[in-house]
């Protein structure tokens, strides 16, 4: 089982970046996916969800308006564009796949993916 994150990298507050990972977990298009961050110090956080078909998404408050959350189940792999960076938005970005399949729901708590990615780092400077 893997999640390969990538697209992150240095940007600047205003600036766009577009994370992807590609997902080798079995029965793909049947799990919720889901992109966390976690900055040195804090707790590992939701950012965004989406359900096994794409047809609903979660944010958190913190990126509402700004990020967008995408699959494409033929790929096997799941997108997140962010839209006007924040320096608060720095942070590794990682992408999980749900244990089960939970149907069309969006779990955002932590417990509920059981397929991680090692990440990949969004610097924003200010």
């Known amino acids: 089982v893997q999640l390969q994150a990538s697209g992150g990298g240095l940007a600047q507050a205003g600036d766009s970046l577009r994370l992807s990972c590609a997902a080798s977990?079995?029965?793909?298009?049947?799990?919720?996916v889901a992109w966390f961050r976690q900055a040195p110090g804090r707790e590992r956080e939701f950012v965004a969800g989406?359900?096994?078909?794409?047809?609903?998404?979660v944010y958190a408050d913190s990126v509402m308006g700004r990020f967008t959350i995408s699959r494409e189940n033929a790929r096997s792999t799941v997108y997140l564009q962010m839209n006007r960076l924040k320096f608060e938005d720095t942070a590794r970005y990682l992408c999980?796949?749900?244990?089960?399949?939970?149907?069309?729901?969006?779990?955002?708590?932590?417990?509920?993916?059981?397929?991680w990615g090692q990440g990949t780092q969004v610097t924003v400077s200010s």
């Open positions: 999980a796949a749900a244990a089960t399949d939970v149907g069309e729901d969006v779990p955002s708590h932590r417990a509920y993916y059981g397929y």
């Open positions: 977990v079995r029965a793909f298009s049947r799990r919720a």
């Open positions: 989406i359900s096994r078909s794409g047809t609903n998404d």
